[in-house]
């Protein structure tokens, strides 16, 4: 069985520096874990070889130019995410088949998943809640979901060339996707050495149990 640990979050709450890190961690448990970035699976990748992973190092590169990143950002309508829906279905139950075909009996930490293209959304929306919660019925999902959060000023420190205004409605709809999917774990910190070590033990615990 396909053991499947998703992570997701803002950018600059450190998940791919979270999931690096426990798919390192659990292979010198010798565990059979792998890192793979959900935007990279296709059918090339599902006949290119395993990669074990690497000692991780968190690199932040400024953009070439001053321009603000998305800005004058708004979030999609949920009559947009309706046109696209079928697409998102596809794709995740698409992911889903190569993953256990390639990686049977392992264990598969996955960089973002669907869960960061659906707070592009308006989330406060009650329409969309509800079209969310039923979208997120018909999905298979990881056994573990793990969304990163931490406070504004931290991620502003982080990503000093984002739109704040983005980084604002990004960080209330991960909190308003949490009540849409409660099943998910939602890691609140500011320090990324909190988050690997909490994220890491919960996955350990389900491991062990």
Not at 40 to 51: I, N, Q
Not at 107 to 122: M, S
Not at 142 to 147: D, I, N, Q, R, T
Request: aromatic letters at 20%; hydrophobic letters at 40%; proline letters at 4%.
């Amino acid at each position: 069985m396909t053991l499947v640990v998703s992570f997701s979050g803002l950018v600059g709450t450190g998940k791919t520096a979270c999931a690096r890190y426990v798919a390192y961690g659990l292979r010198n448990d010798n565990l059979p874990a792998y890192y793979i970035s959900y935007q990279s699976v296709s059918l090339k990748s599902f006949f290119e070889e395993k990669r074990k992973i690497t000692r991780y190092k968190r690199r932040i590169k400024p953009p070439k130019n001053k321009k603000l990143r998305f800005e004058n950002y708004n979030p999609r309508s949920y009559l947009n995410f309706l046109v696209v829906m079928f697409y998102y279905l596809w794709k995740v139950y698409f992911f889903f088949l190569l993953v256990h075909l390639k990686y049977r009996n392992d264990i598969v930490i996955v960089d973002r998943f669907i869960f960061d293209n659906i707070v592009n959304y308006k989330l406060n929306d009650k329409r969309f809640q509800f079209l969310c919660r039923f979208f997120l019925k018909l999905l298979p999902l990881p056994v573990l979901s793990f969304v990163l959060y931490a406070d504004f000023d931290t991620i502003m420190k982080e990503r000093p060339f984002y739109d704040p205004d983005y980084i604002r409605t990004h960080l209330e709809n991960y909190a308003y996707l949490k009540e849409i999917y409660p099943d998910m774990v939602m890691v609140n910190s500011n320090q990324i050495d909190d988050k690997i070590n909490s994220v890491f033990s919960a996955v350990n615990s389900y491991l062990n149990s």
